[in-house]
Each structure stands twice: as structure tokens, then as C-alpha cells.
């Protein structure tokens, strides 16, 4: 997950070539699409979450 800010200013929203979910959510937003911004935005916890699990096994199975 990363800070919308600073996504913004170092280039994670340039169209047709970089795209973050977090500047994709604001830009959802700014539009007026919430429904597409929501599930964005629960695409984005998912994908945490998924994440996060994952370290979390490896941790133990390697005792990090």
C-alpha cells in the first residue's frame, strides 16, 4: 500500500503507463464513480491482507 500523495507526485498515475490502485481510487472519486472506487479500494484491502497472511506463514516456517 502506498501514500496517495506521494504516489501522485513521483509519477504512479502518468495515463497509459503507470497506474497505482490508490491514485486509480482518487481518480474514481474525483469522477464520481464510487461503486468502481469501492471495489478498488476492497481490491486493495484483499490484496494486503493476502499478503500479510502469506508473510506471516513464512515467518514462522523460516522462525525470522
Do not use: D
Not at 38 to 52: E, H, T
Amino acid at each position: 500500500m502506498g501514500e496517495l500523495g506521494i504516489a501522485l507526485m513521483v509519477g504512479g498515475n502518468i495515463r497509459g503507463f503507470t497506474r497505482v490502485l490508490t491514485t486509480a481510487i482518487a481518480l474514481e472519486v474525483s469522477k464520481g464513480e464510487f461503486e468502481i472506487a469501492v471495489v478498488l479500494g476492497a481490491i486493495l484491502v484483499v490484496l494486503v491482507v493476502v499478503i500479510s497472511f502469506i508473510l506471516r506463514i513464512l515467518r514462522r516456517m523460516y522462525k525470522v
